[in-house]
């Protein structure tokens, strides 16, 4: 079966970078793209970006983000990675990732990453 | 890049009722990439409708959506307790997704 197993809590300074890892197991990693969406304590779901896992690791990520988030896989480990950094505390937040069947319906999902930025 | 906006924020109702749910774009969606999730406290959310029409895998049939081009609707027929919970949608169109604001149904 799919399975989607994210990295553990952070807890960040101002100004640090966090690193969240998702592996991927039961299904042919390069063949989905994968998502990343995030939930602000009590707030609603906000889309990041999208890795392709073949294809060279094409990304597209939310004009919000872009120049602070970076998307990247390992197709020996089926482990999709998203670095943010520069962080505030406006991402604080829980960070899932997820997967497509086709391109646009979000699937399958992580259990979820709490980053916490605090200083 | 397009604004989703869910209406009504809340919307309160008994079980067996029925829940009528908007979805708004700023700009036209392609029905193909229009979607809603469910999701409960505590749980990441869950996929219920894709292509604005089409169930998931193992979605009651008193799950519907319909709509296309701006205005997008879900609706649960006869509510059942599991249902009280929030609901988004969401959009991907030129390499872009986005949600809506996200609408909770709430026992009246």
């Known amino acids: 079966q799919v399975q989607l197993v994210q990295s553990g809590a952070e807890v960040k300074k101002p100004g640090a970078s966090v690193n969240v890892s998702c592996k991927a197991s039961?299904?042919?990693?390069?063949?989905?793209?994968m998502h990343w969406v995030r939930q602000a304590p009590g707030q609603g779901l906000e889309w990041m970006g999208i890795?392709?896992?073949?294809?060279?690791?094409?990304?597209s990520y939310a004009p919000k983000l872009q120049g602070r988030v970076t998307m990247t896989r390992d197709t020996s480990t089926s482990t999709v990675y998203m670095e943010l950094s520069s962080l505030r505390s406006e991402d604080t937040a829980v960070y899932y990732c997820?997967?497509?069947?086709?391109?646009?319906?979000?699937?399958?999902w992580g259990q979820g990453t709490l980053v916490t930025v605090s200083s | 890049e397009i604004v989703l906006t869910q209406s009504p924020g809340t919307l309160s109702l008994s079980p067996g009722e029925r829940a009528t749910l908007s979805c708004r774009a700023s700009q036209s969606v392609s029905s193909s990439y229009l979607a809603w999730y469910q999701q409960k406290p505590g749980q990441p959310p869950r996929l219920l409708i894709y292509?604005?029409?089409t169930r998931a895998t193992g979605i009651p049939d008193r799950f519907s959506g319909s709509g296309s081009g701006t205005d997008f609707t879900l609706t649960i027929n006869r509510l059942e307790p599991e249902d009280f919970a929030v609901y988004y949608c969401?959009?991907?169109?030129?390499?872009?997704?986005?949600f809506g604001g996200g609408t909770k149904v709430e026992i009246k």
């Open positions: 969401q959009q991907y169109g030129s390499s872009r997704g986005t």
């Open positions: 997820a997967r497509s069947n086709t391109v646009a319906d979000l699937v399958f």
């Open positions: 890795i392709n896992p073949s294809s060279g690791g094409r990304t």
């Open positions: 292509g604005a029409s």
């Open positions: 039961g299904y042919s990693f390069t063949n989905y793209y």
